[in-house]
């Protein structure tokens, strides 16, 4: 079955994404599948940093792990076993710092049957799905199985519950789904204080889902908070007695 924890517990039905013992070109042989995959633009708040690109990492056809570096909004040509499960990533990176990824859920996210007909498939990738495929990264790099749980459900669901998912790191949530813990409740919007940054900016906040800083003043709430900019990053926390501390790097 496929689980998505919620108020109350929601028991969802899984329809198998593996195709048929045998229905591949030969009989135990998996098909291959060829992806286009439709890269995001970058989001606005990003716009002042320099050389971003996306390396985008997926299991190729025959389950070896693959990458490729491209631009925002551009595609990329790949191929797959045919609906066998995966998290699709596209991790920015400006000069060395890493931002937030993109992603998908294949083949939960194409729009058609995984069954069929010529030519290839469009995936497209966007900064929902890059927090539904970091869930599944951490289930699977905590021993559990990511398919078990809706998690395309799970990262709308957050999405329309608060402006960030990513103020829930993926590992909390991997941590919640596996202990039974979790209530979509978790995401909800905090009470965020304005907060002057320091120079020398501009900084972009390292989630696709935050608003760039009005001037140097940033909308934070309480905990860790990390932006980049063109000469560095920052890390910055906020205390529950509105105390804030910062590191330049």
Do not use: N
Request: with cysteine.
């Amino acid at each position: 079955m496929r689980l998505l924890v919620v108020l109350p517990l929601l028991t969802l039905p899984l329809a198998s994404c593996a195709p048929a013992f045998g229905s591949g070109p030969a009989f135990g042989i998996l098909s291959r599948h060829e992806l286009i995959l439709i890269l995001p633009p970058a989001p606005s708040a990003w716009a002042m940093l320099p050389d971003l690109r996306m390396s985008v990492a997926w299991k190729a056809s025959g389950g070896s792990l693959r990458s490729a570096s491209a631009a925002p909004g551009s595609s990329l040509r790949i191929e797959v076993d045919r609906g066998i499960p995966q998290a699709i990533l596209a991790l920015p990176s400006t000069r060395g710092s890493a931002l937030m990824p993109a992603g998908a859920l294949y083949p939960d996210g194409l729009d058609g049957p995984i069954d069929g007909g010529e030519g290839a498939d469009e995936l497209v990738l966007d900064w929902t799905g890059g927090y539904a495929a970091s869930v599944a990264t951490a289930l699977a790099g905590a021993g559990l199985d990511p398919w078990s749980f809706d998690l395309s459900r799970l990262a709308r669901e957050a999405s329309a519950r608060c402006a960030d998912p990513w103020l829930v790191s993926p590992h909390e949530a991997a941590r919640r789904l596996s202990a039974l813990e979790f209530r979509i409740s978790l995401y909800a919007d905090p009470t965020r204080s304005a907060v002057s940054l320091p120079g020398p900016g501009p900084w972009a906040p390292e989630s696709p889902f935050e608003p760039a800083p009005e001037g140097a003043v940033a909308m934070l709430s309480e905990g860790l908070w990390r932006f980049v900019s063109p000469c560095g990053e920052l890390l910055a926390a906020l205390d529950a007695e509105g105390g804030f501390s910062f590191v330049r790097r």
